[in-house]
C-alpha cells in the first residue's frame, strides 16, 4: 500500500494545548451547569463533591483561559475577516449542502467567526469570573457589580457552550478535520477541497495566508 503524503497542519505543542482546552471546557460546562440550574445539580459530581466543584471550578478556569490565551496569540494573524470570508458566511448554505465557496485561506469565514466569538466568550468569562470568585476577589466589588458579573458570566458561559457545540460538529461534518486536530496532519485533497489558498501557500512554500 503507498504511504499516503500528508500536510502538517498543527505541531504537538498546538494539538496538546487545544486539547488542554478543550478539556478544561468539558469539566468548566458540566460543574458550570450544575451550579446555573437546580435540575443539573447532580453533576457536581464531575469533581466528587459539590463543595469540591465550587472550589476547583474557577482554578480549572484560568487554566482553560491561560491555553486560550496562547491560541488567541497563536492565531488571531489568521483569522481576519475578509470581504470573501462575508461572502462565504452568506453561502453557508450552498457550503452546508457540501459545495466550498470561494478561494478559503487557512481558515474559512464560518471558522474565523468562531474564532472571534471564542474569544469574546473567554474575555468575558475570566473578567467576569474574577469579580465573582468569592474566595479571592467578590470583596472588592460592590454586591450589584456581582450581580451583573454573575449574569454576564451565565451568558457567555451559554454562548461559549453553543458556539463549541457548531465548533465540534463542524470539525465532525469535514471528514478529515479532525485528523488535524489529533495526529496535526491533512491530506492533499482536504487541503485542496476545503482551504484551496492555504493549500497553494504550504506547497508552494510561501508564508501561510489568512
Ligand atoms: C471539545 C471538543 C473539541 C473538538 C472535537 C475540537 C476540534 C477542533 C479541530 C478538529 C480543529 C482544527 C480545525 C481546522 O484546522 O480546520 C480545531 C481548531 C481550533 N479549536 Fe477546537 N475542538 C474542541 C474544543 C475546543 C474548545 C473548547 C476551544 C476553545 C474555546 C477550541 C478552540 C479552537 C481553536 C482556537 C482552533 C484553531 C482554529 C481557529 O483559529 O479558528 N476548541 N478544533
Redesign the pocket.
Known amino acids: 500500500m503507498s504511504k499516503e503524503k500528508l500536510i502538517q ?2 505541531s504537538a505543542p498546538e494539538r496538546i494545548n ?2 488542554i ?6 469539566l468548566l460546562a458540566i460543574s458550570g451547569l450544575a451550579f446555573f440550574y437546580p435540575a443539573f445539580f447532580w453533576l457536581t459530581g464531575v469533581f466528587g463533591t459539590p463543595q469540591l466543584a465550587r472550589i476547583v471550578h474557577p482554578f480549572v478556569g484560568v487554566v ?1 483561559f491561560a ?2 490565551v496562547r ?2 496569540f ?3 494573524h ?2 481576519f475577516i475578509t470581504a470573501q470570508d462575508v461572502e462565504w458566511m452568506k453561502s453557508v448554505g450552498t457550503v452546508l449542502k457540501g459545495h466550498e465557496v470561494g478561494d478559503t485561506g ?2 474559512n469565514g464560518g ?2 467567526g ?2 472571534w466569538h ?1 474569544s469574546l ?2 474575555g468575558l468569562l475570566m473578567l467576569t469570573g474574577i469579580v465573582i470568585w468569592r474566595e479571592y476577589f467578590s470583596i472588592h466589588f460592590p454586591i450589584p457589580v456581582i450581580r451583573a458579573a454573575l449574569l454576564v458570566h451565565s451568558m457567555s458561559a451559554l454562548a ?1 457552550i453553543a ?2 457545540i457548531v ?2 460538529y ?3 461534518w ?1 471528514k478529515g ?6 495526529e496535526g496532519v ?1 491530506t492533499h485533497a482536504w487541503a485542496k477541497k ?2 484551496p489558498r492555504w493549500y497553494r501557500e504550504v506547497t508552494q512554500g510561501r508564508q501561510q495566508g489568512h
Not at 478535520?177 to 489529533?182: D, G, K, P, S
Open positions: 497542519r498543527y487545544h486539547w482546552v478543550a478539556i478544561c471546557f468539558v482553560m491555553g486560550f491560541q488567541f497563536r492565531y488571531w489568521h483569522n487557512k481558515y471558522q474565523k468562531m474564532f471564542m466568550c473567554m461559549l458556539g463549541i465548533h465540534v463542524a470539525a465532525l469535514v478535520t479532525i485528523r488535524a486536530m489529533v491533512v476545503h482551504h
